[in-house]
């Protein structure tokens, strides 16, 4: 599943056929216009030792406190960062070893969503977030970043079945593409992932 990933950052180049972003074939592109494009939330979440806000504003030149907050609530990560006794100057320890394995996610993707990315790349980002956060953080994503590229990667269908198109991998060969719905009319392995 990262290889989707890995592939669209050019960390390797497609074999057969290309990638393109706005009709362009990313090959043409140099890798910082490219990398610039994307903000990239990885499966482990890693945070630096600073502060919440030094985290969330990691790569962003002087990021404004309305963004800021923005990608925290769109993140789901405000209510925790509001009860730390310092909110957003609240130490963070190298790696994030002081906050939960939840939060510590939360604040990874709040630090791409602050990004002026024209698409996020989500490395099976979602996994260490409860069904109810999941629902709450892909709600806030397709309403409030509409226009934006978003790309999940996912094993948990309830993550990815309001997906404008779902691709099925087996194998790293695709079995499926289409809506949940179209997937679930077809059977195959996503009908029997589903049920």
Do not use: W
């Amino acid at each position: 599943k990262s290889t989707i990933i890995r592939l669209i950052e050019r960390f390797y180049d497609v074999n057969e056929g290309s990638i393109e972003l706005d009709g362009i074939d990313i090959r043409h592109l140099s890798q910082k216009a490219l990398r610039s494009t994307f903000g990239y939330v990885p499966q482990k979440a890693f945070l630096f030792s600073g502060t919440i806000e030094s985290n969330v504003g990691y790569g962003v030149d002087n990021l404004a406190p309305a963004r800021r907050d923005q990608a925290l609530s769109i993140a789901q990560a405000a209510d925790f960062v509001a009860e730390k006794p310092e909110g957003v100057l609240e130490p963070i320890a190298q790696g994030g070893t002081n906050v939960s394995g939840g939060q510590r996610q939360r604040l990874a993707i709040a630090r791409a969503l602050a990004t002026d990315a024209r698409a996020y790349l989500f490395d099976d980002s979602f996994s260490a977030l409860d069904y109810k956060t999941d629902a709450k953080l892909r709600h806030d994503l397709q309403t409030q970043l509409a226009g934006r590229t978003v790309v999940i990667v996912a094993q948990r269908i309830s993550t990815i079945m309001n997906a404008d198109t779902i691709v099925v991998l087996d194998e790293g060969c695709v079995v499926g593409q289409g809506t949940h719905e179209q997937l679930l009319a077809l059977g195959g392995r996503y009908a029997r992932t589903a049920h």
